[in-house]
RNA sequence: GCCCCCGUGGCGGAACUGGUAGACGCGCUCGACUCAAAAUCGAGUUCCCAAAAGGAGUGCCGGUUCGAUUCCGGCCGGGGGCACCA
């Protein structure tokens, strides 16, 4: 028997066990009860890091545990493998998008597999791959068909020298990153997904989801932004002309796809910016507010610079075309809109207040009317908001308090701070006395009565843009038609294929200037037609990939009976930094699916679980510039640059990222400790919610715990059948270990890795200090049973050790027995006044009675109370007597 | 600005529905084994007082309670999300 486990021949040798005898095989007919555990998948971006180790490890943890305990287990593994990384590194290195992605899949792979997940890897999928994409193409034009796409002008970021257009991210303070030209914005038609169709169900479908944390359902709530309040419209004085001939001028132009948001009515957003009849002029224009019960304090109108309106004048009106060039040029970062002024431009219009046809109020155009959210128009009412205030305190305009929180505070002014809290209306004609929610109820009603406005529902989710002007991406099965217009490729000559042709000398997008790929004809007409050379944003690409892991028939998407059976999955395991897009992506692809009717599920992942990062200090030198942990050491209790000698300034620890040189590269820590060692380590200590600080001293610690119970396993080992097993029954030791089985065991359901692992030692600590005995055997080979989720490889070999059938990974969980569950005596404290004087060992339910008098018989209880009789004493049965002096 | 979360030893962190604060790990100290070191094993380790007895103690101030890390109110500090959202 070896003196220490050998990780490097343990792990290659169990790995290969398992793979040669399919372990993790997921079976589709198998009769157990079904769990689908998944983590979500990597980005190919060339190697494993410590993020995806920790990552990895908690799913690969719950699923073979749930596999002890009787589950047939879904634990599959694939790759989010579109996207600009690879683009970048076509560009820099001269290499394919293709042929670097599909590389570093091996690297990884492989990087994976050494860490010994219990993955199904036949199920393994990659979403470059034309059989997954085409898939995916085959599902964008289900949802086409059933009008849940549709194409819009939409504004991009445009890099003026590279003639590209930028993600946002590539958008720094206002340049493009490459070329350091100031970005424009300019108006492309894209392809859009209707998610705010699903607005009100996707916000429902939250309050079902309990096992998701209360953070990501708050979060996306917030994203979703449901609002309600009135809508209504405001009459001009007098009515626009109509538009000049030639009709809507640059940038004036109405978006393709509001045509048809108008149509389906007025609850969506984005509304219809302005209804006005084409050739009439524009007489009106809708708000939206949340507060009409402050109709009273009305004092001013004001839109969008974008707004229909202001552009309309604009064309007339040198000043204020000036103001609309002058808003746009404005930064959107958080600093810039914190300090920027509220400023506006005084059309010189007037609108009539609803109620009061002679109430005339000024039109203003303001800077922070936003035109994407509500109507893009606003009545201020500058008592009871601070922006409104800000702007009537500048431009001069009468503050009216219509909201009082007491009658003597209704003939108050308003000062600097609006008034926002509750209260009851003042100043408001009949509507005085109601309180702000009674009033919002009354001036709903009569706008709906009179006919001048509804309550309604406005939402801050906008519908998904899915166009992507780039190669390394699903392309949009379209081909566009002179005569026909975007015309779906027929599902038979799918999947459109990325060419492989292609260079990135150029800047802009490849498939653009393709020669030949670009040129097809139209699949209606036959006659020349243009492919779409946009790809689908890569978030389309992770919104159903664990539909396909659940069921990848060649000929179709999935098939619905089989994904059926294993959706949703039950453990989601992410990072939070997914929180919104991707969870949110996802839950309305499957809602999607489900009214087409391609499968039933409501909701794609019923647990969810978000991991926190892995971190480490951060080390500067003298000259500022960063160094990696291995160019560092500790030296007379300081830090220095092995280099140099110079003394090194360490930072607090940070997420590990390569423009801090702070990460640290898990597979040479797996060459030295093996795989078990680092996953343990994954798994002490932190709570797996929250930041993990790798360190050296961690991962030594892992590595002895290793070891240690390596030897307790092949020192039982050795003695089994002989004088050991023959010594007295050992009850403390088998309690112990039936309450560890049961602890651990809800440790690990609740994912609370860390107290798991915490149960664990306590356990190996308990047997190391008991004599040999028929328990101590029994508890090692529960023990081994218990740690071979987090240390399989540890586990099998010691497992083997034992003499035991089978492997491992395939064994029961044990069970733990309820009768030991149970203290026969229990350890009560004694209180005088709350404080901690004494402790008394009492039999398990011991009557309150009892308890009271062996408290009141301790010593050092009688030598407080002096002799004097307590005033109260307070017995709670198996825990405490508090005696009240 | 709005919303949310978190503050416990030198460090990571435990503590069930209010009931012995500091489990477990790391680090450190002392000891055993060793010529020595590594490895391993044993003891100790919240702070104050030389020790004992005792006292203080879960960011700060206050409250409820026989009893508060836990509940309530107000501050301070750290982190996150959204953001000119009407």
């Known amino acids: 028997m070896a003196a220490r486990f050998n990780p490097l021949e343990a792990d290659a040798h169990w790995q290969k066990v398992w793979e040669d005898r ?317 300090t920027a002024e509220k400023k506006g431009f005084d059309t010189g219009l007037k609108v009539h207040h609803p109620l009061d046809a002679a109430w005339k109020l000024p039109l203003f155009v303001a800077n922070f009317v936003l035109m994407d959210y509500g109507t893009g128009a606003i009545f201020g009412c500058p008592a009871h908001d601070q922006r409104d205030l800000e702007f009537a305190r500048r431009y001069g305009l009468p503050v009216t308090r219509v909201v009082a929180a007491s009658p003597e505070e209704a003939a108050e002014p308003i000062g600097d701070e609006a008034y926002t809290g509750p209260g009851r209306l003042v100043n408001s004609g009949d509507l005085d006395g109601l309180t702000a929610e009674e009033g919002n109820r009354a001036v709903i009603a009569r706008a709906e009565a009179e006919g001048w406005g509804e309550g309604t529902v406005v939402w801050r989710l906008r519908d998904w843009g899915v166009s992507r002007q780039r190669y390394w991406g699903t392309p949009i099965p379209i081909v566009h038609c002179e005569a026909c217009g975007p015309v779906p490729v027929p599902r038979d000559r799918l999947p459109v294929v990325l060419p492989d042709d292609v260079s990135f000398d150029q800047p802009g997008n490849p498939l653009d200037r393709h020669p030949t790929w670009t040129k097809v004809d139209c699949p209606s007409c036959g006659g020349p037609g243009r492919r779409e050379t946009d790809t689908l944003d890569t978030f389309v690409d992770s919104s159903w990939y664990f539909i396909r892991f659940a069921s990848q028939p060649k000929d179709r998407p999935f098939d619905r009976a089989e994904a059926e059976r294993w959706l949703p999955v039950g453990q989601y395991i992410g990072g939070v930094e997914h929180a919104i897009l991707h969870l949110l992506y996802a839950r309305f692809w499957t809602r999607a699916l489900r009214r087409i009717g391609r499968l039933d599920i409501e909701e794609p992942f019923k647990g969810l679980f978000t991991q926190g990062m892995v971190t480490h200090e951060t080390y500067r030198g003298a000259d500022g510039q960063w160094l990696a942990p291995d160019e560092v050491e500790q030296k007379d209790g300081g830090w220095i640059a092995i280099a140099t000698g110079e003394p090194v300034g360490v930072g607090r620890p940070q997420a590990m990222s390569k423009s801090k040189r702070n990460g640290i590269d898990p597979e040479p820590i797996v060459d030295q400790y093996g795989a078990d060692a680092v996953r343990w380590f994954m798994l002490s200590d932190s709570p797996p919610e929250r930041d993990l600080a790798w360190n050296e001293d961690g991962i030594e610690g892992a590595w002895r715990f290793i070891q240690r119970v390596w030897r307790l396993a092949s020192e039982e080992g050795g003695h089994q059948g002989s004088s050991w097993l023959g010594g007295e029954d050992d009850k403390a030791l088998r309690r112990k270990l039936h309450q560890t089985i049961a602890a651990v065991g809800s440790n690990i359901e609740a994912l609370a890795f860390n107290k798991a692992v915490a149960n664990i030692y306590e356990l190996a600590n308990a047997i190391e200090k008991a004599a040999p005995s028929a328990a101590r055997g029994e508890a090692v080979e529960t023990l081994v049973r218990l740690v071979a989720p987090m240390a399989p490889h540890l586990a099998e070999q010691a497992w083997a050790a034992l003499a035991k059938e089978g492997l491992v990974a395939e064994a029961d969980w044990p069970k733990a027995d309820p009768a030991l569950l149970v203290e026969d005596e229990v350890t009560i404290a004694v209180q005088v006044n709350g404080k901690l004087r004494d402790t008394l060992t009492a039999p398990k339910g011991a009557p309150k009675e009892a308890l009271e008098e062996m408290a009141l018989a301790s010593e050092k209880v009688g030598r407080i109370l002096e002799g004097k009789a307590p005033r109260k004493v307070i017995v709670v049965p198996d825990r405490l007597v508090n005696v009240v002096a």
Request: with cysteine; proline share 7%.
């Open 22 to 338: 399919g372990v993790f095989h997921a079976s589709d007919s198998s009769a157990k009860p079904r769990s689908y555990v998944l983590e979500m998948f990597p980005y190919p971006s060339g190697r494993i890091h410590m993020g995806h180790v920790r990552n990895y490890t908690m799913g690969d943890v719950l699923a073979r545990y749930r596999r002890m305990t009787g589950f047939e287990v879904l634990h599959p593994m694939g790759w989010d493998a579109f996207g600009m990384p690879a683009e970048n590194a076509a560009i820099q290195n001269k290499v394919h998008p293709g042929r670097w992605t599909w590389s570093n899949i091996d690297t990884m792979r492989a990087q994976l597999k050494r860490l010994g997940f219990a993955l199904d890897w036949s199920r393994e999928l990659a979403t470059c791959d034309p059989s997954y994409y085409g898939h995916e193409q085959a599902l964008f034009l289900d949802l086409f068909d059933a009008g849940l796409v549709y194409r819009k002008q939409s504004e991009v970021n445009w890099d003026p020298v590279d003639m590209t257009v930028l993600a946002n991210e590539q958008v720094i303070d206002g340049r493009g990153w490459r070329s350091g030209a100031l970005v424009e914005r300019r108006k492309l038609s894209q392809w859009f997904l209707k998610i705010t169709d699903f607005a009100d169900e996707l916000l429902d479908g939250l309050g079902e989801l309990d096992q998701w944390p209360d953070k990501v359902r708050l979060m996306q709530e917030n994203w979703i932004g449901k609002s309600r309040g009135l809508r209504f419209r405001f009459r001009l004085e007098a009515p626009l002309p109509p538009p000049l001939p030639g009709g809507e001028g640059p940038g004036v132009g109405i978006a393709e796809g509001d045509a048809a948001a108008a149509a389906e009515g007025s609850l969506r957003s984005p509304p219809t910016p302005a209804p006005s009849l084409p050739g009439r002029g524009i007489d009106s224009f809708d708000v939206f507010t949340t507060r009409p019960d402050t109709i009273f304090g009305a004092s001013f109108a004001a839109i969008a610079p974008d707004h229909p309106i202001a552009l309309a004048l604009a064309e007339h009106d040198a000043g204020l075309a000036e103001f609309v060039a002058e808003c746009r040029k404005g930064g959107t970062t958080a600093a810039e809109l914190e």
